[in-house]
Every structure is written in C-alpha cells, then in structure tokens.
C-alpha cells in the first residue's frame, strides 16, 4: 500500500515563502515520478509541477520563475520550493506519485496540505 504524506502547508503572506515535502512509503522513488497539484475552492484540481524518474520538470505556467520542485530518492522524498507567493496560489496542495513516470497524474494521492497566502 503506497502512503504519501505532505507536510509544510500553511499561511503566509503575499511575497512570502514555503516549503512543502511529501515523504513516500515505497520501496524505491527512482523509477517513478512524482507530482505536486493543488486545487482551489470552487476549481477543479491542477498539475502544478512534476518531475520524472530522470529529473525532468515541468510546470504550470502561473508558477514558473517562483516554483521548484525537487526529489531525494534516498529520502524517498519529493520537494515544492514556493517563492513569491501570490493569493491565487491559495489551495490543497496534493502530492501525486506516478509508476508510469510521466507528467500524467498516478493512481496515488496523498491527504492534501493547506496552502493560504494573504493579500
């Protein structure tokens, strides 16, 4: 049973800055990718960055600039680095682990952390 677990959501105001993590109970990362979507009240959930088994990235264009996600395999771990926060960037972010390692979403989800910025 694959368990994701985010951690580092919470508030912080226009400009600012957070950190989410989200640690994996898998056997090894280094085949899989992984995702960060989030999704707003009222709107339906988005892909805002992944990143392959390989390394390679991608982002929602809103983000680019200010976001960076980033994986430790050894720590079974995936990273979304968040500067620049805006109040659009308000939601649950959701981490998503993918066993086709590409930027479509995977089957596994972890519970959601709140991300709330303020103008």
């Known amino acids: 049973q694959v368990q994701l677990v985010e951690s580092g959501g919470g508030l912080v105001q226009a400009g600012g800055s957070l950190r989410l993590s989200c640690a994996a109970s898998?056997?090894?990362?280094?085949?899989?990718?992984m995702g960060w979507y989030r999704q707003a009240p009222g709107k339906q959930r988005e892909l805002v960055a992944a990143?392959?088994?390989?390394?390679?990235?991608t982002y929602v264009e809103s983000v680019k600039g200010r976001f960076t996600i980033s994986r430790d395999n050894g720590k079974k771990s995936v990273y979304l680095q968040m500067n620049s926060l805006k109040p659009d960037d308000t939601g649950v972010y959701y981490c998503?682990?993918?066993?086709?390692?590409?930027?479509?979403?995977?089957?596994?989800w972890g519970q959601g952390t709140q991300v709330t910025v303020s103008s």
């Open positions: 998503n682990l993918n066993y086709r390692n590409n930027y479509d979403p995977g089957q596994y």
């Open positions: 898998v056997t090894s990362l280094s085949l899989v990718a």
């Open positions: 990143i392959t088994a390989r390394g390679s990235t």
